[in-house]
T-cell receptor, first 116, second 114 residues
Framework: AAGVIQSPRHLIKEKRETATLKCYPI?????VYWYQQGPGQDPQFLIS???????DKGSIPDRFSAQQFSDYHSELNMSSLELGDSALYFC???????????????FGPGTRLTVL | AQSVAQPEDQVNVAEGNPLTVKCTYS??????LFWYVQYPNRGLQFLLK??????LVKGSYGFEAEFNKSQTSFHLKKPSALVSDSALYFC????????????FGTGTRLLVSP
């Protein structure tokens, strides 16, 4: 079965550079979530999109922005990178609405970002 | 606000023995509870979920979880542990209605010894 695809899998950047992470949800899934997992930490919710509109926002820095495109893939743009941005970034997708939904989130393999 | 507590950083169990990984939660309204497993350098893999109904939920790879509303707990269990079960386990909660972000616990590392 098709899974969530994330690219790139690994990314190394210098401080103050920019990075773009991409997420391709499971076919027919209309909701995308981004999570950040720091070393030895639990995943923290960043932002989510439903039908190309932002549906919820968590602890996402102002330096980061994201969007969901017409084909439902999503991109997380990160600017002015800092050492503390080094983490594993997960994308998850689900089929659901902003109302009641019992559908679980399926996670991609993650993008490991290292900021030097 | 939702929150999840996993009181044990690590659980050690011998292969063939039963295992329990503890989780307690706090959420306004009805909870929607999950267990995910993470292997080294891998993504989060869905194990099981509880929405409503039977308090004992069966999931993948022989895992099950018991929902206890009065104790606000959702402990993960397996009758007979395998060495290959060694991984990091996350409990997560979200509200049934409204926005769907998951709130994770801090994770419990399960180590199954041969």
């Amino acid at each position: 079965a098709a899974g969530v695809i994330q690219s790139p899998r690994h990314l190394i950047k210098e401080k103050r550079e920019t990075a773009t992470l991409k997420c391709y949800p499971i076919p027919r899934h209309d909701t995308v979530y981004w999570y950040q997992q720091g070393p030895g930490q639990d995943p923290q919710f960043l932002i989510s999109f439903y039908e190309k509109m932002q549906s919820d926002k968590g602890s996402i820095p102002d330096r980061f922005s994201a969007q969901q495109f017409s084909d439902y893939h999503s991109e997380l743009n990160m600017s002015s990178l800092e050492l503390g941005d080094s983490a594993l970034y997960f994308c998850a997708s689900s089929l659901g609405t902003s109302g009641t939904s019992y559908n679980e989130q399926f996670f991609g393999p993650g993008t490991r970002l290292t900021v030097l | 606000a939702q929150s999840v507590a996993q009181p044990e950083d690590q659980v050690n169990v011998a292969e063939g023995n039963p295992l329990t990984v503890k989780c307690t939660y706090s959420v306004s309204g009805n909870p929607y509870l999950f267990w995910y497993v993470q292997y080294p350098n891998r993504g989060l893999q869905f194990l099981l979920k509880y929405i409503t109904g039977d308090n004992l939920v069966k999931g993948s790879y022989g895992f099950e979880a018991e929902f206890n509303k009065s104790q606000t707990s959702f402990h993960l269990k397996k009758p007979s542990a395998l060495v290959s079960d060694s991984a990091l386990y996350f409990c997560a909660v979200r509200r049934v209605t409204g926005f769907q972000k998951l709130v994770f616990g801090t994770g419990t590392r399960l180590l199954v010894s041969p």
